[in-house]
């Protein structure tokens, strides 16, 4: 059993940045790919990053190519969302979840309870 739990999130100008963590606790989170997914308001959820278990393979989706970075730090139990040149269409909550390198979610077994991050124009 992995549990999530993310935080970061907050109100940001467009042009801003954020930094979301996910820290996990539970066995093994140093096994599962790490992923990010966000979901905005009467949408569905959608992919946005991930990286493998070693931090060597890392996909992002086409809108946040460029401006998005996830990393990990194993010995920390942590993985890492950092949100640079933000756009209001990026509102959403956020959510973090530990599974395999997959842009599905359904390949994703844990899922964090997620974080707000709205962005003002």
């Known amino acids: 059993q992995l549990q999530l739990v993310e935080s970061g999130g907050g109100l940001v100008q467009a042009g801003g940045s954020l930094r979301l963590s996910c820290a996990a606790s539970?066995?093994?989170?140093?096994?599962?790919?790490m992923g990010w997914f966000r979901q905005a308001p009467g949408k569905e959820r959608e992919f946005v990053a991930t990286?493998?278990?070693?931090?060597?393979?890392?996909y992002y989706a086409d809108s946040v190519k460029g401006r998005f970075t996830i990393s990990r730090d194993n010995a920390k139990n942590t993985v890492y969302l950092q949100m640079t040149s933000l756009k209001p269409e990026a509102t959403a909550v956020y959510y973090c979840?530990?599974?395999?390198?997959?842009?599905?979610?359904?390949?994703?077994?844990?899922w964090g309870q997620g974080t707000q991050v709205t962005v003002s124009s």
């Open positions: 979840a530990a599974g395999v390198t997959s842009r599905a979610s359904n390949s994703y077994y844990y």
């Open positions: 539970g066995r093994s989170f140093s096994s599962y790919a």
């Open positions: 990286i493998s278990w070693s931090g060597g393979i890392t």
